[in-house]
């Protein structure tokens, strides 16, 4: 690691304390963070300007903002306190089984929309239920988080990184599935088991409110239903948006638009409401990653892993699991794709399938470990703190590292017995 790689991941380490150690907000961490990286980068001759400015992701912006917009739209019309009643009857206010539902469904929804989209949906709707009966929110907002991470692990378009490493591994969609599928429906039902024994206690301490006070009346109809059509449409538009040829951020942005004008709320205080803080946040520490990026730390890790396992299918895999993994804790996921992918191109093994799979999990998985490094974990926190909800980042870090480890654990496991003792790639 030369002089300039050092300081540059120095930098990245400083801004994670800032905001684990809740020094500065997450914001203002990440933007002094983007600040030192632009400085150090351009004056050691790493990256030009032009190339900082590419640093700044756009369309994630646009993506984010247009979704803040919708939601908060919608939230506005009443539409995610009717969702939550309905969830509410549905467990009969049961404070682990409402867990156990939110939790599932927040992977579904994420198989079908984007993560940012479902994170903010389904936090809206839990956060709406917490409301409603007096519950703590943080384990059901907590678990949204997680569980939308999870989502899409098993399908070529779940996420950038799987259509990257699908793509360089000549998956077709099908094949894709049938490898990861079977391993993320088995990890939604342990994941929320995991996080149900882990907030066993608190769950139990919840009392809700009688029963009695949770007659569904809709008021204010023709605004839940303008909202629900506009959600729909969001939905929609994203399922076919590689079809019709549109960006995900160019939907996104467009909703946002018809659902201001449809709507007729006060746009002033629609903005105003918009999490910009996590916004500054999402876009800064990308900056920074992007900048260590820069350096090749990851291609350096990638070519000492695959030294280090001689050539051995099982082991191979498995460090490939792991190291994908815990790189993925404090880089972006598709960095960790784009990096691995070509090393595992260059093994020279007749059965690749098994160390593609493990690069899938392993991407996937470790993204969502640390509240400032998961865009997910960061916008789930960002609707609690919208909603003056007191957050212990130290907590949440431990509940991450927690879940990824047991997430790997049985990743591992399901890599030996899938492709070792079911397929028989690996013996």
Do not use: C
């Not at 077709?172 to 342990?190: N, R, V």
Request: zero cysteines; a neutral charge; proline letters at 3%.
């Amino acid at each position: 690691m030369n002089e300039t790689a050092f300081m540059l991941f120095a930098v990245y380490l400083l801004t994670l304390l800032l905001a684990l150690s809740e020094t500065y907000s997450l914001s203002v961490s990440a933007l002094l963070g983007a600040l030192f990286t632009a400085w150090l980068g351009i004056n050691y001759g790493l990256f030009g300007y032009e190339e900082a400015l590419g640093f700044i992701d756009v369309k994630l912006a646009m993506l984010l903002i247009g979704i803040m917009i919708t939601v908060e739209t919608a939230s506005r019309s009443g539409l995610f306190r009717v969702f939550g009643l309905y969830a509410i009857k549905l467990v009969r206010a049961n404070p682990k089984l409402l867990l156990i539902v939110l939790g599932i469904l927040s992977a579904a929804v994420s198989l079908f929309l984007s993560d940012a989209a479902a994170v903010l949906i389904v936090s809206a709707t839990a956060l709406a239920i917490s409301k409603d009966l007096g519950y703590d929110p943080i384990p059901y907002v907590t678990t949204a988080a997680i569980m939308v991470n999870l989502g899409g692990t098993g399908m070529l378009i779940g996420s950038v990184s799987n259509m990257i490493i699908g793509l360089n591994a000549g998956f077709s969609f099908t094949e894709f599935s049938q490898y990861l599928l079977p391993a993320e429906f088995m990890l939604w039902f342990i994941t929320v088991g995991v996080l149900a024994l882990y907030y066993g206690k608190k769950l139990e301490t919840m009392k809700p409110r009688s029963l009695v006070e949770y007659k569904i009346k809709v008021e204010r109809k023709g605004e839940m239903l303008r909202a629900g059509f506009i959600l729909f449409l969001m939905i929609v538009l994203y399922i076919y948006s590689d079809r019709l040829g549109l960006p995900v951020e160019a939907v996104a942005m467009a909703v946002a638009v018809i659902a201001l004008a449809v709507m007729k709320y006060d746009s002033a205080r629609i903005f105003s409401e918009i999490d910009w803080d996590t916004v500054f946040f999402v876009i800064a520490f990308l900056f920074v990653i992007r900048g260590v990026e820069k350096t090749g730390i990851l291609n350096e890790l990638a070519q000492i892993m695959f030294q280090l396992s001689g050539g051995e299918p099982l082991l191979t895999s498995l460090l490939t699991l792991f190291v994908s993994g815990i790189a993925s804790v404090f880089l972006a996921n598709v960095a960790v794709a784009l990096t691995f992918t070509p090393a595992v191109k260059a093994l020279p093994l007749a059965h690749k399938e098994p160390v593609w799979s493990a690069l899938v999990l392993g991407t996937n998985l470790g993204g969502g470990t640390i509240p400032v490094t998961s865009i997910v974990f960061a916008m789930a926190i960002g609707a609690l703190k919208h909603e003056e909800v007191s957050i212990d980042l130290g907590e949440l870090t431990k509940v991450g590292a927690m879940v990824t480890t047991v997430q790997l654990l049985f990743s591992a496991l399901y890599i030996i017995v899938y492709f070792g003792v079911i397929s028989g790639v690996l013996l």
